[in-house]
């Protein structure tokens, strides 16, 4: 046990070696940068490659110095031993994108660890130097504007690599922070530069999601662009042709409906199986009215690729419903529970279709001046009545949330009607009543 913690200690030494060594890199990375930004600057030594390489160079480890010894993934522990004598100013929990973290303020950035304790978000808040990246892609196309005879073509490339990476790291901080502009900022400048000869890579995936972070920031117009410059520049769709899925409801949003339908009707030709898209397009025909049977064709796919997803046959329920297509609106409705018994739409649809159809019934009766057509309306009204409280009660006992009490309101009025036929009818008038009263 002694010969152990002779080692813990002499670990712990080493460590606070380097972390005085730490708290002099700031300054040295400082130093060093500005003495090669002065020969960048230089008439003399600005022609030769060698200076732009050790400016850029420099430039990375600016970059790099504030972020100090610590990497995604590591432990409170790890962090606590390898940062020697550093503490951080402050510390709290805070809750970010719906998850609960520690964060860790310093003088100079952020540490974010997340429930299992690890590091999940270092946020520089004092870089050593501005836009640091964006000066080292300067300072390496420079490099190999004068590399004319390709000798250092592999050492810029994956200098340019190392780049985009970090700017990938960035967005992908900037979006776990909840800051969905920057990180579209951020994808946008690793697409770029992994563009940048001689590295000359596209970088799809940058691009793209540059997009949805633009989409989730509702800049539609920037979103727009990289979606549409992914699809017409590099024929990528996104993960099953989510990109026409994005532009559909960007133009949607801004107003142009014939765009949002010729961009899910494109993407559903390239991508049957889609169901976002289908989805889409199903949504368009449902609050357009247009082509009701190529609605209907929609809904067959869809159900077909997900034969077990309950909630299909419930959304097909309300479009039918909508047109009046009563019959059909509770077969689908009914097939929904069918697929899910635990399914509380399913029930909600159904009673509420049932019960539409109660009040339909009704006011046509009260116009009726035929009496045996009346009174055959009047035994219609009350089958559907009636017929509407058994899906009503089983999705009563479904739900835990505000649903319950609009539930109870419609049970309550249906119960209302048949009181008068027996205790049962009463008893439950009365429990809906009391249900209803807790909106």
């Not at 579209?184 to 690793?190: I, T, V, Y």
């Not at 898209?277 to 199903?282: S, V």
Request: with cysteine; hydrophobic share 40%; glycine share 6%.
């Amino acid at each position: 046990m002694k010969k152990i913690l002779t080692i813990l200690a002499v670990a712990a030494s080493l460590f606070a070696v380097d972390a005085q060594a730490q708290n002099k890199s700031l300054a040295a990375a400082k130093a060093a940068l500005e003495k090669a930004q002065a020969a960048a600057e230089n008439p003399k030594q600005n022609t030769k490659m060698a200076t732009w390489l050790k400016y850029g160079q420099t430039l990375m480890d600016a970059y790099n110095a504030p972020a100090g010894n610590a990497w995604v993934g590591m432990s409170r522990q790890e962090l606590q031993v390898l940062a020697g004598g550093e503490r951080p100013m402050s510390e709290s929990q805070v809750e970010i994108g719906g998850k609960q973290l520690v964060k860790q303020v310093f003088a100079n950035k952020n540490y974010y660890f997340n429930e299992a304790g690890q590091l999940a978000v270092i946020e520089v808040t004092q870089p050593l130097v501005a836009n640091a990246l964006d000066k080292a892609v300067e300072a390496y196309k420079k490099a190999a504007e004068l590399d004319t005879k390709g000798q250092k073509t592999k050492d810029i490339s994956a200098a340019l690599e190392n780049i985009v990476e970090k700017y990938t790291d960035d967005a992908y901080n900037a979006y776990s922070l909840g800051k969905m502009a920057d990180a579209s900022q951020l994808f946008e400048k690793a697409y770029k530069a992994s563009c940048t000869a001689p590295l000359n890579q596209v970088d799809t995936n940058s691009l793209y999601n540059a997009g949805l972070t633009a989409w989730e920031a509702l800049d539609w117009n920037r979103a727009k662009g990289f979606f549409e410059e992914g699809i017409n520049k590099y024929q990528y769709y996104g993960t099953a042709g989510e990109s026409y899925a994005k532009l559909a409801d960007i133009a949607d949003r801004l107003g142009d409906k014939v765009a949002s339908k010729r961009y899910l009707e494109e993407g559903s030709k390239k991508f049957p199986e889609s169901q976002s898209l289908l989805i889409g397009l199903i949504n368009y025909y449902i609050n357009s009215g247009d082509d009701t049977e190529q609605l209907f064709s929609l809904f067959k796919e869809a159900q077909k690729n997900e034969p077990d997803n309950a909630s299909l046959f419930y959304v097909e329920g309300n479009a039918r419903a909508k047109l009046g297509q009563n019959e059909e609106a509770l077969a689908a409705y009914d097939k929904a529970i069918a697929i899910n018994p635990n399914y509380e739409w399913g029930y909600i649809g159904k009673g509420i279709q049932l019960y539409n159809m109660a009040v339909d019934l009704q006011d046509k009766a009260s116009q009726e001046m035929n009496d045996a057509k009346y009174m055959a309306l009047m035994g219609e009204f009350e089958q559907a009545l009636k017929g509407c409280i058994d899906p009503f009660e089983k999705a009563f006992n479904l739900v835990n949330d505000e649903t319950k009490a609009n539930i109870a309101e419609y049970l309550k009025n249906a119960c209302f009607r048949f009181r008068s036929e027996g205790g049962e009818y009463q008893e439950k008038y009365e429990k809906y009543s009391a249900a209803a009263e807790n909106k």
